[in-house]
C-alpha cells in the first residue's frame, strides 16, 4: 500500500516571501502520478500542481514548483512571491498510473496548515 | 466550464437514519470519485466509478454504497448512520486515463457535503 507523509503540521510565511512544503511517499510503483491540492477555509479543494513519475523535468504553475526527486521519493512544493491568498491547507496526494485495480483513488498526506502574514 | 457540483451542501441527520449525496461531474468527465474527510482520519477514499460501474472501493463498510448513472452523475448513500459518519464528503470528477491526454486521471473536487449526524 502507498502511504503519504507531511512532516509539517504547520508552516507560516511572510506575504511576498517563498516557502517550502515537503511530502514523502512510500511506493513499490514505478508509473504513478503526484499533486499537491489546496483546501482554503471554504473547504473547496483546489488542484496546485500535477507531476507524473516518468516525466524528469520538475513541473511549475505560475509561482508554485516542485522538487521532485524520485529516488529519494520526496516531491516537495515551493511558493514564491507568497500571497495572502495562499493561506490554506495543502495536501501532497499519490495516485498509481494506469492498470491495475487502483481506479480514481488518491492517497493523501495529513495535510500542512500554511499560514500566510501581511 | 462548470465545475464539479454537489448537493445538499450540508445535512443533518440522527443515527440511524440514512442519506444520499448527490454529485454531477464537470461535462466529458466520465469517473467520479468520492473521499470522506475527517479531523481524525484525514481524507480517504470512498470509491470510484466509470460507466456505471464501480471499479475501486476503499476499506469502508458496507453500509456505505454509491451508483453512477448514464449521464455520469453520482450518488453515494450511507445507511443507518453512525455517530462517526459526521464528515465532509467530498467527491472529484476526471478523465480516466486513456482519454483527454495529460490531464487524464487529474481529479477536480467539488465544494463537498457537510453530513452531521446526531
Known amino acids: 500500500a502507498q502511504t503519504v507523509t507531511q512532516s509539517q503540521p504547520e508552516m507560516s510565511v511572510q506575504e511576498a516571501e517563498t516557502v517550502t512544503l515537503s511530502c514523502t511517499y512510500d511506493t513499490s510503483e514505478n508509473n504513478y502520478y503526484l499533486f499537491w491540492y489546496k483546501q482554503p477555509p471554504s473547504r473547496q479543494m483546489i488542484l496546485v500542481i500535477r507531476q507524473e513519475a516518468y516525466k524528469q523535468q520538475n513541473a511549475t504553475e505560475n509561482r508554485f514548483s516542485v522538487n521532485f526527486q524520485k529516488a529519494a521519493k520526496s516531491f516537495s512544493l515551493k511558493i514564491s512571491d507568497s500571497q495572502l491568498g495562499d493561506t490554506a491547507m495543502y495536501f501532497c496526494?499519490?495516485?498509481?498510473?494506469?492498470?491495475?485495480?487502483?481506479?480514481?483513488?488518491?492517497?493523501f498526506g495529513q495535510g500542512t496548515i500554511l499560514t500566510v502574514h501581511p | 466550464k462548470a465545475g464539479v457540483t454537489q448537493t445538499p451542501r450540508y445535512l443533518i441527520k440522527t443515527r440511524g437514519q440514512q442519506v444520499t449525496l448527490s454529485c454531477s461531474p464537470i461535462?466529458?468527465?466520465?469517473?467520479v470519485s468520492w473521499y470522506q474527510q475527517t479531523p481524525g482520519q484525514g481524507l480517504q477514499f470512498l470509491f470510484e466509478?466509470?460507466?456505471?460501474?464501480?471499479?475501486n472501493k476503499g476499506n469502508f463498510p458496507g453500509r456505505f454504497s454509491g451508483r453512477q448513472f448514464s449521464n455520469s452523475r453520482s450518488e453515494m448513500n450511507v445507511s443507518t448512520l453512525e455517530l462517526g459518519d459526521s464528515a465532509l464528503y467530498l467527491c472529484a470528477s476526471s478523465f480516466p486515463h486513456g482519454l483527454a491526454g495529460g490531464q487524464a486521471d487529474t481529479q477536480y473536487f467539488g465544494p463537498g457535503t457537510r453530513l452531521t449526524v446526531l
Open positions: 466509478y466509470f460507466s456505471e460501474t464501480q471499479r
Open positions: 496526494a499519490f495516485m498509481k498510473g494506469a492498470g491495475g485495480t487502483s481506479y480514481g483513488k488518491l492517497t
Open positions: 461535462s466529458g468527465h466520465r469517473s
